[in-house]
C-alpha cells in the first residue's frame, strides 16, 4: 500500500487549501450567524447568499464534483485519491457543500451514477452534478429500529404502470432544503420474498409529488441545521411511474450497500480533517494560556491528553486510507470488515478530540461555533449510516468466523506453551496437578 498522493492529487490539495484560506475560514462566521441566528425566523429555510457565491467561486476554479469517479462530470478520483481531499473540506462545517461534495447528495449522485438508468441520469443527475437542485434520501423511520434496515416498514405497490408509497420517514437530510426536489426513498415492495434482503426496493420520488409533506423539523442537538434540514416526512399514497423504481424491485439493499461504502470513506475523512483542525486549536490554546503559574501546555494531564489525540488521529487515518485502497483494488464486500472498523473509529476518536478541544477552551469553547458544530457532526456520525453497535456487531461475527477453524499451530497434545525444555508441563508446576 501507497498513499503517496499522486502529482494530480496533490496539485488539488493545495488548491482547496487555498481556497479554504482565502474563502471559507474568513466567512464561518456569517455562514454561521446568517443560518442559525435566528433559528425560529422563517427566513432559515432560504439558501444563504454568500455560501451560493463561494459555490460559483468554487466552481471557477474547476474545485467541483471531485468525489464521484465514474462520471464524466467528476474528477476521476479512486476513494484513495479523493479521501486527502475530503479530509480537508472536513475542517469546515460548509466546505463539502461549496465544493458540491456534501451529503447526503454525494451518495446520491452515486446511485444514480451506477445504478440509473439514462432517463433518470438526465432528469436528476445532470442537475444535481451542476448544482441546480438538492436531494435527500428517506431511509430511517421512527416506528421501527431502523439500525436493522430489514425492519424499514414503507410500503411501495406496484399499481398498473405506478408505484404507489406509503410510509413515515424520519431524519431525512436535506429535505428542508427548498432546492431539494427528489427524495431517493427506501421501502417494502416485496413482503414475501423469502430472502429478508430481497423484500425492499428504492424508488426516486418527486419532492413535489402529490402526498408528500414535511411534518417537521428536526434538530440535531438543539441545532436546526437550516436551510439544509433534518426532516419527519409523510409518504400518503404517493404515486409515481413505474420507470423511477431503481435497478428493479427488491435490489434495495444492493444499492444500500453500494451507497454506503464511500460515503462512509466520506465520512470518516471529514471527521480526520475537523479533529485535526481541533488539536491545533488545542495546541494554540495551551500554548497561550496562564494557569497557576506556568502554560497550561506544560501540564502533564495536558500533555498526555495531546500525545494520545496524535496517536488516535494518525492511527484513525491510516484505518481509514486502508478502507479506501482496499475498496479501490479488491471492491467494498472485500473492504467491509475494514468500513466497519473505520466507521466505529474515526467519528469516536472525532468526538474525543473535539470535546477535548471544548474542555481547553473552557467556557468559551461552548460559544465557539466551529468546535460545537464540529462536535454535533462527529456525534451524529456514530448513527449516521449505521449505529456504532452495528458495525461493532458486524465486525466481530468477521472476526469470529476468521478463526472459527483450526488452529494452525496446534499439532496435538501438550500445546507447545505449555512445555518448557522437555519437562512436563504439570510437574513445573506441580499446584496445578493437585
Same mark, same amino acid.
Given at each position: 500500500m501507497d498513499f503517496r498522493p499522486s502529482d494530480r492529487v496533490a496539485d488539488l490539495q493545495?488548491?482547496?487549501?487555498?481556497? =479554504? %484560506?482565502?474563502? *471559507?475560514?474568513? +466567512?464561518?462566521?456569517?455562514?454561521?450567524?446568517?443560518?442559525? +441566528? /435566528?433559528? $425560529?425566523d422563517f427566513r432559515q429555510w432560504r439558501p444563504l447568499a454568500l455560501l451560493e457565491d463561494l459555490k460559483a467561486q468554487a466552481r471557477r476554479q474547476g474545485l467541483w464534483n471531485l468525489f464521484l469517479p465514474e462520471s464524466a462530470s467528476g474528477a476521476g478520483l479512486t476513494n484513495l485519491e479523493y479521501a486527502p481531499l475530503a479530509e480537508i473540506m472536513?475542517? +469546515? #462545517?460548509w466546505a463539502p457543500e461549496v465544493f458540491n461534495c456534501d451529503a447526503p447528495n454525494t451518495g446520491n449522485m452515486e446511485v444514480l451514477e451506477r445504478y440509473g438508468t439514462e432517463a433518470q441520469k438526465q432528469q436528476w443527475l445532470e442537475p444535481l452534478l451542476d448544482g441546480r437542485i438538492r436531494s435527500a434520501f428517506a431511509m430511517t423511520e421512527p416506528a421501527v429500529a431502523s439500525s436493522d434496515a430489514t425492519n424499514i416498514a414503507t410500503e411501495i405497490r406496484r399499481d398498473g404502470t405506478d408505484y404507489v408509497?406509503?410510509?413515515?420517514? #424520519? #431524519? %431525512?437530510?436535506?429535505? @428542508?432544503?427548498?432546492?431539494?426536489?427528489l427524495l431517493i426513498t427506501m421501502g417494502v415492495s416485496n413482503r414475501d420474498a423469502t430472502a429478508r434482503h430481497g423484500r425492499q426496493s428504492m424508488i426516486l420520488v418527486p419532492a413535489d409529488a402529490p402526498g408528500v409533506r414535511i411534518r417537521r423539523y428536526l434538530p440535531i442537538l438543539g441545532v436546526s441545521d437550516a436551510p439544509h434540514g433534518h426532516?419527519? %416526512? *409523510?409518504? $400518503?399514497?404517493?404515486? &409515481?411511474?413505474a420507470e423511477n423504481m431503481l435497478l428493479g424491485e427488491g435490489r434495495g439493499f444492493e444499492i444500500a450497500q453500494g451507497r454506503l461504502g464511500p460515503g462512509r470513506i466520506h465520512h470518516c475523512m471529514r471527521m480526520i480533517g475537523i479533529a485535526e483542525r481541533a488539536l491545533e486549536r488545542v495546541c494554540r490554546r495551551l500554548g497561550n494560556r496562564v494557569a497557576f503559574g506556568r502554560p497550561i501546555a506544560e501540564q502533564s494531564v495536558w500533555r498526555q491528553r495531546i500525545a494520545r489525540a496524535r496517536c488516535d488521529l494518525e492511527q484513525a487515518r491510516l484505518l481509514t486510507l486502508k478502507a479506501a485502497w482496499m475498496m479501490d483494488t479488491a471492491g467494498n464486500r472485500v473492504a467491509k470488515a475494514e468500513i466497519a472498523m473505520?466507521?466505529?473509529?474515526?467519528?469516536? &476518536?472525532?468526538?474525543? *478530540? !473535539?470535546? =477535548?478541544? !471544548? /474542555?481547553?477552551?473552557?467556557?468559551?469553547?461552548f460559544a465557539d461555533t466551529v468546535m460545537t458544530m464540529a462536535y454535533v457532526y462527529a456525534r451524529t456520525t456514530r448513527v449516521a449510516d449505521g449505529p456504532d453497535e452495528v458495525h461493532a456487531d458486524q465486525l466481530a461475527r468477521f472476526e469470529l468466523a476468521r478463526h472459527a477453524g483450526r488452529d494452525p499451530a496446534h499439532t496435538g497434545g501438550t500445546?507447545?506453551? =505449555? &512445555?518448557?525444555? @522437555?519437562?512436563d508441563y504439570e510437574r513445573s508446576f506441580p499446584m496445578a496437578a493437585e
Open positions: 493545495g488548491r482547496i487549501e487555498r481556497f =479554504m %484560506t482565502e474563502h *471559507i475560514y474568513p +466567512s464561518e462566521e456569517a455562514l454561521f450567524r446568517d443560518a442559525f +441566528s /435566528q433559528p $425560529d472536513g475542517r +469546515s #462545517w408509497i406509503n410510509g413515515r420517514k #424520519w #431524519w %431525512t437530510s436535506g429535505a @428542508g432544503d427548498p432546492r431539494c426536489k426532516m419527519e %416526512t *409523510i409518504f $400518503d399514497n404517493v404515486r &409515481v411511474p473505520i466507521k466505529i473509529v474515526a467519528p469516536r &476518536v472525532a468526538s474525543e *478530540i !473535539i470535546d =477535548m478541544a !471544548i /474542555q481547553a477552551f473552557g467556557g468559551g469553547g500445546p507447545a506453551v =505449555m &512445555v518448557a525444555q @522437555g519437562k
